[in-house]
């Protein structure tokens, strides 16, 4: 599978290549691989996201023939086999939030003033940005995490999960007011700034 120079090999090309061909599917592992890892070693330790990041390229391969380009692109669709995985590991996922949210913050470095303001700032707000990411339900953590550490659009997001764009904005909206009511939380200004 080529293209001419200068030409951007599309997924469309990359599907007709690899149904006539199912080595060519490496190119789909080539092109994706980066973003799916990124995306599942966000949520979860490196050490897991290297296999479940194998297995959402397994099942893609196993499942090839399935991919329907009329309903969305190869990204979005890898996404949602990566989500999927990753919602074995939700336990998991959730300990390690609440794990996040009991650690000390660790002391800061001397510095330029406002880099050492930034950074008191965000080690006090870790613990409490992992509790508030624990206690989001497992649909508003999926959207809201697929949007922040993935970048995909909301369009790419219900295609991903397979909801509608609606669910995915009300989702979204309820995973932001939660985060945000935590944050404006008066114990979190107390703690921010008496220490």
Do not use: C
């Amino acid at each position: 599978m080529t293209a001419d120079v200068g030409e951007q090999v599309t997924d469309a090309d990359l599907v007709a290549g690899y149904r006539q061909n199912p080595e060519l599917f490496t190119a789909v592992h080539d092109r994706y691989f980066r973003d799916i890892y990124r995306y599942v070693a966000s949520r979860l330790d490196t050490q897991v996201a290297e296999d479940i990041t194998a297995e959402t390229f397994l099942l893609a391969f196993n499942r090839r023939d399935r991919f329907n380009p009329e309903k969305g692109g190869l990204r979005p669709w890898l996404f949602g086999f990566a989500t999927n995985l990753v919602a074995r590991h939700r336990r998991k996922e959730a300990r390690h939030y609440k794990a996040l949210a009991r650690l000390d913050p660790a002391p800061v470095v001397e510095g330029h003033e406002n880099r050492v303001v930034t950074s008191v700032t965000a080690q006090r707000m870790q613990p409490h940005l992992a509790m508030a990411l624990a206690s989001l339900n497992g649909g508003e953590r999926d959207v809201l995490l697929l949007l922040a550490l993935s970048q995909l659009s909301y369009d790419e997001i219900a295609q991903a999960l397979g909801i509608s764009i609606g669910t995915v904005s009300s989702r979204l909206s309820r995973a932001r007011a939660k985060i945000q009511a935590l944050i404006d939380s008066p114990l979190i200004d107390k703690e921010t700034t008496h220490e």
